[in-house]
């Protein structure tokens, strides 16, 4: 599946903060839609802007270097990045290309354990 987007706000401990939550796979075919998809959250304030990884099933090389050239952008208007939902395989992607000293990997808040009786 090509990749996808919509645009929402999340809550954390400053307010809301854009997000991107990306659907499908990030690849060669998939820069005008990241692009398309900075642009569509480009005019807020400097705050930061969350990617959700979540659904995305697949990212190459040519996809980390599209992701490079969104985080030179926002790096451009002094907005943060944070990543979430990266699997293990691609958080360690992004340790070892040193994405990760760029992009804050933020794990998702843990659920509550359920009541025991």
């Known amino acids: 599946m090509s990749l996808q987007f919509d ?3 999340t809550g954390d401990m400053a307010g809301d903060v854009a997000a991107i939550h990306l659907v499908g796979r990030i690849d060669r075919e998939a820069g005008a839609v990241l692009d398309q998809a900075y642009a569509a959250v480009a005019a807020d304030s400097a705050s930061p802007l969350v990617l959700d990884f ?3 099933d697949y990212i190459n090389s040519t996809g980390i270097a599209l992701i490079v050239g969104l985080l030179a952008k926002a790096r451009s208007t002094k907005r943060p990045l944070r990543a979430v939902g990266l699997t293990a395989h691609y958080r360690h992607i992004f ?4 994405l990760s000293d760029f992009i804050e990997i933020v794990e998702p808040a843990p659920a509550e354990p359920a009541p025991t009786s």
């Open 7 to 9: 645009i929402g706000t």
């Open 54 to 56: 979540a659904d995305v």
């Open 95 to 98: 340790e070892i290309t040193r």
